[in-house]
Nanobody, 119 residues
């Protein structure tokens, strides 16, 4: 059974840095990408950063230049380094991975970790 195990959330002050980590537990094949999304109550989940197995990365403008995603291929771990955090970065952060095989795409999600940035 594949599980995404997240760690690293917490409460920090604005301007601080925080790193989130996510490891894939269990056997997974045809991995396509790993990344992080975030969500606040009543709002849709939004992409924060993603890294493809090719090494290509994507960031929305809201975090570009402040967040850095990296992946350790050996143990299927992805890290999200978040710098210069702002109160608007407060959200539950979810690790995401997907695979692409004969049956198409399949998504996997972590349980989420809370990040709170105080002003």
């Amino acid at each position: 059974q594949v599980r995404l195990v997240e760690s690293g959330g917490g409460l920090v002050q604005a301007g601080s840095s925080l790193t989130l980590s996510c490891t894939i537990s269990g056997r997974i094949s045809d991995l396509n990408r790993m990344g992080w999304h975030r969500q606040n109550p009543g709002k849709p989940r939004e992409l924060v950063a993603q890294v493809f197995t090719t090494g290509e990365t994507h960031y929305p403008d809201s975090v570009k230049g402040r967040f850095i995603i990296s992946r350790t291929e050996a143990n299927n771990t992805v890290h999200l380094q978040m710098n210069d955090l702002k109160p608007e970065d407060t959200a539950v952060y979810y690790c995401h991975a997907d695979t692409y095989g004969k049956l198409g795409f399949r998504d996997y999600w972590g349980r989420g970790t809370q990040v709170t940035v105080s002003s």
